[in-house]
DNA sequence: CCTCTTTCTGAACACACTGTTGTATAAAGT
DNA sequence: ACTTTATACAACAGTGTGTTCAGAAAGAGG
């Protein structure tokens, strides 16, 4: 790809995590991001069709990158032990990637919202659901849909990455994955440190 | 309040949520609102700021109705049972409500998102949390702090509601609350029918 | 019913940002 | 060196915003 156009994409995109330490996505023009950038007015009209569609672009990207990540942890695990400690590292990788790209992904959860960003994850979930639950796991008999249970893991997993957020990034990406399993197994209310019907 | 008031914003009301049939807030514009629901555009100003503010408001009006029902239903429990008990017809009040607030309720969801709902849900757990667990359950030491627990149950809250909309709330509110009760209590793996730790 | 007050209307205004276009220039690719 | 392509500059019409003001309409209160 053109050298010119490397480079103007990534002023502009500089240019919007710049600003958006100052104002929300809602009120910065595009105006805005070109002259922070400094470049022409039109030229980011070469680019993007509007800063909406810029946003999507950046949200597109960071997801195929987790996608991609996810994807090379799949593998065929026949017991639900297999199954726990295969799919822990990959949780853990997930998570150095956000870490990784902190700015944006602040940005896209505040900005595009929970729903756009957690609609790709659930479909990612109803996949790996579908596909790579250990047969054992599968011959229990289902008490919710899979689309609901995919919304909620989406959910849940989105919400960690809220709180980590709104903490300041300061637990580790071992951590964190750590809270995903706790929670994702136990619930919430074993991961208050209630077993349930034990009492 | 005077009766030409009442009527001006219930038209604006009106002409808003027969607009998000046909697009998203975000292109909806105060023309378009003030055209539909035939007033003066000026008008809409002497009632509101601009259409996010207006916005605003419908969310804290809906909110503080949950919020009244949700605290008419608080009572001290001295064992979990109780709690559990006492907690049931609380939610399904709740969804009963959420069902005739419904038009609102799903363009609040769209627009507004997430966040800023599921904030206002959030402290209204961590508030039911501190003060309104059974002390059995506080005798357990807490794994993990009340706020990423309150976050985590206003997560799962929202995301049972954006299921009953996705399937056009076929559910009645008995069943959604049995649903959000189970994941709560089992966590989402025990909601798919494993059992944590079992096998 | 009458008067006073509040709200709404209609029209106009400056303003900001948008998205596009045409020409010129600079920089890249080959 | 030559061709292609990206960007700059500047101007344009268009749309929506938020405000203002005089006048009309409707409600409130006696």
Redesign the pocket.
């Known amino acids: ?5 490397v ?3 990534k002023e502009i995109r500089n240019a919007l995590l710049s600003l958006m330490e100052e104002k929300d996505f809602e009120v910065i ?4 991001i070109t002259k922070r950038a ?6 980011f ?3 993007y ?3 909406y569609e810029m946003l999507e672009k950046y949200e597109q990207e960071l997801f195929e990158k987790l996608e991609h990540v996810a994807m090379e942890y799949l593998q065929d695990d026949d017991t639900m032990d297999k199954f726990l400690h295969s799919r822990y590292p990959a949780i853990v990788h997930v998570f150095h990637l956000l870490q990784e790209e902190q700015e944006l992904l602040t940005i896209l959860l505040k900005t595009r919202g929970f729903f756009s960003f957690q609609d790709r994850i659930k479909n990612t979930f109803i996949y790996m659901f579908r596909n790579n639950i250990p047969f054992k796991v599968s011959e229990h008999p289902f008490l919710y849909p899979i689309e609901f249970l995919a919304l909620f893991a989406s959910a849940m997993f989105i919400s960690v990455i809220q709180y980590w957020i709104q903490s300041d990034m300061k637990q580790t990406p071992e951590q964190l994955a750590q809270m995903v399993w706790d929670i994702f197994l136990k619930g919430p209310m074993g991961a208050f440190g209630v077993l349930p019907f034990t009492e």
Do not use: F, P
Request: proline share 0%; glycine share 4%.
């Open positions: 790809m053109d050298r010119r156009v480079k103007t994409r023009t595009v105006l805005d400094n470049i022409n007015r039109g030229t009209y070469l680019h069709v509007d800063k």
